[in-house]
């Protein structure tokens, strides 16, 4: 079974930086994309960017330009740097992996980590 060991999340001021990181254990023969989402309270979950296995990355317009969504293939871990955070920003974040074991392909969550961003 495949796990998600999210670290990084925390309390910074506003236009403050932080940094995510989500490592994968567990056995997995090939990640299709690695993303991170975020919940805050009272909203739904949204992506809020992904990393393919080939290193094509989305985002959602809100984080363009602020955040940038990075992998380490070999350590099977992915990083969300974020930087110039407001307090909309403010959500647990949740780290997704979509990955495959033979022909099955599977998609595992991480606990989520808290990220506060205070005016």
């Known amino acids: 079974q495949v796990q998600l060991l999210e670290s990084g999340g925390g309390l910074v001021q506003a236009g403050g930086s932080l940094r995510l990181s989500c490592a994968a254990s567990g056995t997995i023969f090939r990640i299709n994309a690695m993303s991170w989402h975020r919940q805050a309270p009272g909203k739904q979950r949204e992506l809020v960017a992904s990393v393919t296995s080939g290193g094509s990355t989305t985002y959602v317009d809100s984080v363009k330009g602020r955040f940038t969504i990075s992998r380490d293939a070999a350590k099977n871990t992915v990083y969300l740097q974020m930087n110039s955070l407001k307090p909309e920003d403010t959500a647990v974040y949740y780290c997704?992996?979509?990955?495959?074991?033979?022909?099955?392909?599977?998609?595992?969550w991480g606990q989520g980590t808290q990220v506060t961003v205070s005016s």
């Open positions: 997704n992996l979509e990955y495959r074991v033979w022909d099955k392909t599977s998609i595992s």
